[in-house]
């Protein structure tokens, strides 16, 4: 074993002891049973939206317990860090209401960046080396590949350990020729070896489980031949955790299988062990079988997704936490947003994401929002996506207003067809100008099969006759007394029983008019879109068509 001076030759000669970063971090002072967590994100590609479930379910434990949460970024892995990733994350936070209750402006236990946190692990490392509890590895890539390759033919475990953990006891001159030599190294944790037995430990969601203990020499300091010495994700959380209060590590069950090793670091390093709980990942059905959700696969699984398409924040947080805890999803949105959400109750296999459950939750909590709301929400969402949808909406308060309260206001079973604000355009857009194009050509599929003339004679007679009445059955008759003039048939079932006979039913006359007014065959009780059009808007689209 290298002596102290040789070890501390190894680090900055101004590094600190522990016992600085102590005082430097002094325990919270937090109301009893207060939770602290933690997201933490790394910087490597897109947020997902199994990442915002997590920090949803942490921040939620956090602020229900009268605690706190906070965001913390680990960008350790550098070589796959993203450029732009952590301004997306931050967006994604704030969009969904998980951004962290403490930044670097305004928290004390800084900074929220791991890889502006390197003399604090550095400190750390050095103190396990003193004892003996870390050592210098100098092995190649080359040789861990023989390593493994070794492992692998004699069906054992992978791992740095036993025969294959060549530098755990090496001569203590080799190391020293290898450093004076500066030969690159790593360090790696001193685990129990092949001495290790099996553990049993608590966790939060699964209750109470038992594996082997970890016998590898984990590697805990990356690469001395890069200027900025980086610890893995294995020291730096058990540092950052321990330093910055967390009271329990909420995060995703890949990490389940590393606890022994996890465990083995907090007691060296003299800390407390933090509960874990860990969530199992959310899945996607692919015909008879699941799968994890793929941000290489899956465009739902990017949380950008969602901000595009406009689903209400609100509604995607409702449904996230009724996958975290079944009983949410029974209650109305508005109470389980505020009830408490219970890691004993998270469910152990991943929960299924289902984009059309998801989408009735929206069309379903919409239909209960005040037109104003919806107006509101729809300008924020195309302020970013829908510029001249944003424009217009912002030209045409009013009108947005009428538009939305047509089969909403004063219905018992008000129209669900705004499921996300990116549907505004498409179900909302004919109502403006600005945004609709007029119907000109009477051969368009739109009309059914209907000949052009008959509707252009059909635009012409309407036109020639139109009153904006109130009534909806008065202001139908106007149709109903023009379709007869042009020989349409009363019902459908009357031109089923002789077709020859007439051009066609009321059904196909109301559905050409449909389409000269909204430009589809589908849209709301065509009296109120006349109403909200107003009488001089109706006769400029009627008479589009009959002017070709």
């Given at each position: 074993?290298?002596?102290?001076?040789?070890?501390?030759?190894?680090?900055?000669?101004?590094l600190?002891?522990?016992?600085h970063?102590?005082?430097?971090?002094?325990a919270?002072?937090m109301?009893?049973?207060?939770?602290?967590?933690?997201?933490c994100?790394s910087?490597?590609?897109h947020?997902?939206?199994?990442?915002?479930?997590?920090?949803?379910?942490d921040?939620?434990i956090?602020?229900?317990?009268?605690?706190?949460?906070?965001?913390?970024?680990?960008?350790?892995?550098?070589?796959?860090?993203?450029?732009g990733?952590v301004?997306?994350?931050?967006?994604a936070?704030?969009h969904?209401?998980v951004?962290?209750?403490?930044?670097?402006?305004?928290?004390l236990?800084?900074?929220?960046?791991?890889s502006?946190?390197?003399?604090?692990?550095?400190?750390?490392?050095?103190?396990?080396?003193?004892?003996?509890?870390?050592?210098?590895c100098?092995?190649?890539?080359d040789e861990?590949?023989?390593?493994?390759?070794?492992?692998?033919?004699?069906?054992?475990p992978?791992?740095y350990?036993?025969?294959?953990?060549?530098?755990?006891?090496?001569?203590?001159?080799?190391v020293?020729?290898?450093?004076?030599?500066?030969?690159?190294y790593?360090?790696?944790f001193?685990?129990?070896?092949?001495?290790?037995?099996?553990?049993?430990f608590?966790?939060?969601?699964r209750g109470?489980?038992?594996?082997?203990?970890?016998r590898?020499?984990?590697?805990i300091?990356k690469?001395?031949d890069?200027?900025?010495?980086?610890?893995?994700y294995h020291?730096?959380?058990a540092?950052d955790?321990?330093l910055?209060?967390?009271?329990v590590v909420?995060?995703?069950?890949?990490?389940?299988s590393?606890?022994p090793?996890?465990?083995?670091?907090f007691?060296?390093?003299?800390?407390?062990?933090?509960p874990?709980?860990?969530?199992?990942?959310?899945?996607?059905?692919?015909?008879k079988?699941?799968?994890?959700?793929?941000?290489?696969?899956?465009?739902?699984?990017?949380v950008e997704f969602?901000?595009?398409a406009?689903?209400p924040?609100?509604?995607?947080?409702?449904?996230?936490?009724?996958l975290?805890?079944g009983r949410?999803?029974?209650?109305p949105?508005?109470?389980?947003?505020r009830e408490?959400?219970?890691?004993?109750?998270?469910?152990?296999?991943?929960a299924l994401?289902?984009?059309?459950?998801?989408?009735?939750?929206?069309a379903?909590?919409?239909a209960?929002?005040?037109?104003?709301?919806?107006l509101e929400?729809?300008?924020?969402w195309?302020?970013a996506?829908?510029?001249?949808?944003?424009e217009?909406?912002?030209a045409?308060?009013?009108?947005?207003?009428?538009?939305?309260?047509v089969?909403r206001?004063?219905?018992?079973?008000?129209?669900?067809?705004?499921?996300?604000?990116s549907?505004?355009?498409t179900?909302?857009?004919f109502f403006?100008?600005?945004?609709?194009v007029?119907v000109?050509?009477?051969?368009?599929?739109?009309f059914?099969g209907?000949?052009p003339?008959?509707?252009?004679?059909?635009?012409?007679?309407?036109?020639?006759?139109?009153?904006a009445i109130?009534?909806?059955d008065?202001?139908f008759?106007?149709?109903?007394?023009v379709?007869?003039?042009l020989n349409?048939a009363?019902s459908?079932?009357?031109?089923?029983?002789?077709?020859d006979?007439?051009v066609?039913?009321?059904?196909?006359?109301s559905?050409?008019?449909?389409?000269?007014?909204t430009?589809?065959?589908?849209?709301p009780a065509l009296h109120?879109?006349?109403?909200?059009?107003?009488e001089?808007?109706?006769?400029?689209?009627?008479d589009?068509v009959?002017?070709?």
């Amino acid at each position: 074993m290298l002596n102290p001076s040789e070890i501390d030759a190894l680090f900055d000669p101004d590094l600190p002891a522990p016992a600085h970063w102590e005082q430097q971090y002094p325990a919270r002072q937090m109301p009893a049973g207060a939770e602290v967590t933690r997201f933490c994100p790394s910087p490597t590609g897109h947020a997902h939206i199994g990442g915002i479930h997590v920090a949803a379910i942490d921040s939620a434990i956090a602020h229900q317990s009268g605690g706190l949460y906070f965001v913390r970024i680990e960008d350790t892995d550098q070589a796959r860090e993203v450029e732009g990733a952590v301004d997306r994350f931050d967006r994604a936070f704030r969009h969904f209401d998980v951004a962290s209750d403490e930044t670097d402006a305004t928290g004390l236990y800084g900074p929220y960046t791991q890889s502006r946190r390197a003399r604090i692990y550095q400190t750390y490392v050095r103190e396990l080396m003193r004892q003996g509890r870390a050592y210098p590895c100098f092995a190649t890539k080359d040789e861990l590949e023989a390593l493994r390759a070794d492992q692998l033919a004699k069906k054992l475990p992978s791992g740095y350990y036993g025969q294959w953990a060549p530098w755990r006891d090496a001569d203590d001159d080799a190391v020293r020729d290898q450093l004076a030599a500066s030969v690159p190294y790593v360090v790696r944790f001193r685990s129990p070896g092949t001495d290790a037995g099996r553990i049993v430990f608590t966790d939060r969601i699964r209750g109470s489980i038992e594996m082997d203990d970890n016998r590898a020499d984990t590697v805990i300091l990356k690469t001395s031949d890069r200027p900025l010495r980086l610890p893995t994700y294995h020291l730096a959380h058990a540092v950052d955790d321990h330093l910055m209060g967390v009271t329990v590590v909420i995060r995703g069950d890949e990490w389940l299988s590393s606890v022994p090793v996890h465990h083995q670091l907090f007691d060296a390093l003299g800390f407390p062990r933090i509960p874990y709980a860990h969530i199992a990942p959310l899945m996607k059905q692919e015909g008879k079988t699941r799968r994890k959700l793929s941000k290489r696969k899956d465009p739902e699984a990017d949380v950008e997704f969602y901000a595009q398409a406009g689903y209400p924040t609100e509604a995607v947080l409702y449904y996230l936490r009724g996958l975290a805890n079944g009983r949410l999803a029974e209650m109305p949105l508005d109470q389980a947003l505020r009830e408490p959400v219970r890691l004993e109750e998270c469910g152990v296999t991943g929960a299924l994401v289902d984009l059309a459950k998801l989408e009735d939750i929206c069309a379903n909590h919409v239909a209960t929002l005040p037109g104003t709301t919806v107006l509101e929400r729809v300008k924020e969402w195309a302020k970013a996506y829908d510029l001249p949808l944003a424009e217009v909406l912002q030209a045409e308060e009013g009108l947005a207003l009428r538009a939305i309260a047509v089969e909403r206001d004063g219905f018992d079973n008000p129209r669900k067809d705004l499921r996300m604000w990116s549907n505004f355009r498409t179900h909302y857009g004919f109502f403006f100008q600005q945004l609709f194009v007029p119907v000109a050509d009477p051969a368009d599929p739109r009309f059914g099969g209907l000949a052009p003339d008959v509707v252009q004679e059909l635009s012409r007679r309407l036109l020639d006759r139109y009153q904006a009445i109130e009534d909806g059955d008065a202001w139908f008759n106007q149709i109903r007394a023009v379709s007869a003039e042009l020989n349409f048939a009363d019902s459908a079932r009357t031109y089923k029983q002789n077709p020859d006979k007439y051009v066609g039913s009321i059904k196909e006359a109301s559905q050409a008019i449909r389409v000269l007014l909204t430009g589809s065959t589908r849209s709301p009780a065509l009296h109120l879109v006349a109403a909200t059009l107003g009488e001089a808007e109706v006769r400029r689209r009627l008479d589009a068509v009959r002017t070709v």
